[in-house]
């Protein structure tokens, strides 16, 4: 079984800096540790145009800490990116170059449309296929990402409308006065005229960033959605604490709502903006999935680790085979009744995938034992499979840890004889209790397989692998039609049967002729 992968994500936004390290199984992907540093890459950056040296200083000492956290939990895949303040500093060549040279790592600057996708697939992910998302406001430190989906198409929108860029700029350094809230509202309400709203009536809107996941906790609860309840807050709700929020010192925001100060420097803006941004969009409610660049990171990341598997696991599952055939062939044993078994004790397994329940790199396994269970023939055939469980256990097969060679060994060991016997063997093996099970059942897979094809004739062309019921219905093709001796086609069943606790069946026929198929194009 493929060995987890740790993967890391950083995003490096305007108004701090997030590292996140997950752990990719053969099942899901597993937060193992997050967290968040309070570098404002943004100070300065908006009314300078470029970073502060003691800034870069700062972010150089996080990532200089991300690189030990990496190396601590075996993180082999990552990605950074840095979001708007980076985009825009003049100087950004500099926080690169120092964070390679000094952390190890390399980042990577974003523009706000890739911005605005990460944050859209991210909340996609979250809320799942249910919940028909039509709007996502992510505000961060230096821009407002704002993502309207028109009929099946997402536009994306990116406006210098940060949290940080407005703090600075129009020099919000504490409670808000009225004037001044005013000008925030014209000021995002401007820009947000800049896009075509279209209608986003009727779906549910999202607000995503650090800003959106405190204020659903301040203002408000849970809020209905297509994916059931989830943090969030009505317009409502929000508007009528904007006074208490905005008039507010950053002192007295830390102290009312828990906040650290980073984030009570800039809350009342962000609650200036979204409630702005939602009004002019015409939204009542925004749901507060918490997701946002890094999980997007992290799921991109975990799509381009599962394709790399793929792939390695066919090149491991093909020189798995090669070296077994090249096994057989130094030992001059005949593969053919091997490779017509492998044939079938492939197509059972894949075709009953949901039905035996193993884990699907267990398949490559079956397959070696089915090439290599008669081996032992070459030193005597009436006992060869006590002789084949021998030589697999000391073959020399690259590729295979200790607990692989052992279930093929037996496997091997246990093709022969009667069902009882073969369970008492393989209960006896010193393999783990889980692992037992899966030699059970991948046993009764290669016996039945085995039993297919007992006469050596490779007569059985193809099987079809069918549920009915509580029984398993395997539908034979045979090269020569139904005979007399097909009874014995399931003499190894007994098994399997008993694992399963399921009746097989079988039915046998000639090939079908197959009539020719022309194309044919039809007008509308």
């Known amino acids: 079984m493929a060995a987890p992968v740790r993967l890391g994500a950083i995003d490096a936004g305007s108004n701090a800096i997030r590292v996140v390290i997950a752990e990719l199984t053969p099942t899901e992907l597993v937060r193992v540790e997050a967290e968040r540093v309070p570098v404002r890459l943004g100070h300065g950056a908006f009314t300078r145009g470029e970073l502060d040296p003691a800034t870069i200083d700062q972010a150089v000492a996080a990532f200089v800490h991300f690189r030990q956290r990496f190396d601590h939990h075996g993180v082999t895949i990552y990605r950074a990116v840095a979001t708007s303040a ?22 990577e600057i974003i523009d706000g449309e890739e911005e605005a996708r990460l944050v859209r697939k991210a909340v996609v992910n979250a809320l799942g296929p249910v919940a028909p998302v039509r709007a996502i406001l992510d505000l ?19 406006l210098p409308v940060g949290t940080v860029r407005l703090m600075e700029t129009f020099g919000l350094d504490g409670a808000i006065a009225d004037a001044e809230a005013g000008m925030v509202r014209r000021y995002t309400a401007t820009l947000m005229h800049t896009i075509n709203p279209g209608n986003v009536a009727g779906g549910i809107a999202a607000a995503t960033g650090g800003n959106a996941d405190a204020l659903a ?6 809020v209905p959605s297509g994916a059931g309840n989830m943090a969030g807050f009505e317009l409502a709700a929000l508007e009528k604490m904007l006074p208490e929020i905005v008039g507010a010192t950053v002192q007295q925001r830390m102290d009312r709502f828990g906040v650290k100060k980073d984030r009570a420097e800039v809350l009342g803006i962000a609650a200036l903006v979204f409630a702005t941004a939602a009004r002019q969009l015409g939204l009542s409610k925004l749901v507060c999935p918490g997701v946002g660049i890094r999980e997007a990171v992290l799921l991109e990341l975990a799509e381009t ?12 599952d093909k020189a798995l085979l090669t070296a077994a055939r090249r096994f057989a062939n130094r030992m001059d044993h005949d593969a053919t009744h091997g490779e017509h078994v492998r044939h079938l004790s492939r197509a059972l397994f894949h075709q009953l995938r949901d039905v035996h329940g193993l884990p699907d790199d267990r398949g490559v396994l079956l397959e070696v034992a089915a090439l ?18 021998y030589m697999i256990r000391w073959a020399r097969l690259p590729g295979l840890d200790d607990e692989a060679r052992e279930m093929i060994a037996l496997m091997a060991r246990t093709h022969r004889k009667d069902g009882a016997r073969a369970k008492q063997l393989i209960n006896d093996s010193t393999l783990p209790k889980e692992l037992r099970a899966q030699v059970r059942r ?7 397989a085995d039993g297919l094809d007992w006469e050596h004739r490779s007569r059985v062309e193809q099987v079809v692998a069918t549920r009915m019921g509580d029984a398993i219905v395997l539908d034979l093709v045979v090269r020569d039609g139904p005979s007399r001796d097909d009874a014995a086609l399931l003499r ?14 079988v039915t046998v026929a000639r090939p079908v002729a197959t009539p020719d ?3 044919a194009s039809v007008g509308t």
């Open 492 to 505: 190894k069943a007994d098994l399997l049967k008993e694992e399963l606790g399921m009746e097989i069946r």
């Open 305 to 316: 680790a599962r394709e790399e598997q793929i792939r390695a696991e066919g090149a491991h």
């Open 442 to 448: 991948l046993s009764g897979l290669l016996r039945i």
């Open 372 to 389: 290599l269970h008669d081996v032992g023939e070459v030193v005597n055939v009436r006992g060869h499979h006590k002789h084949s469980e």
């Open 517 to 519: 198929v022309q194309s």
């Open 140 to 158: 961060g430190g230096g821009s407002l990402e704002v993502n309207l989906k028109a009929g099946a198409q997402w536009r994306g929108n990116s």
């Open 217 to 222: 906790k301040i203002v408000g609860g849970e």
């Open 86 to 107: 980076t985009r825009d500093a003049a100087n950004r060549d500099v926080l690169m170059h120092r964070l390679y040279h000094e952390a190890g790592i390399e980042l």
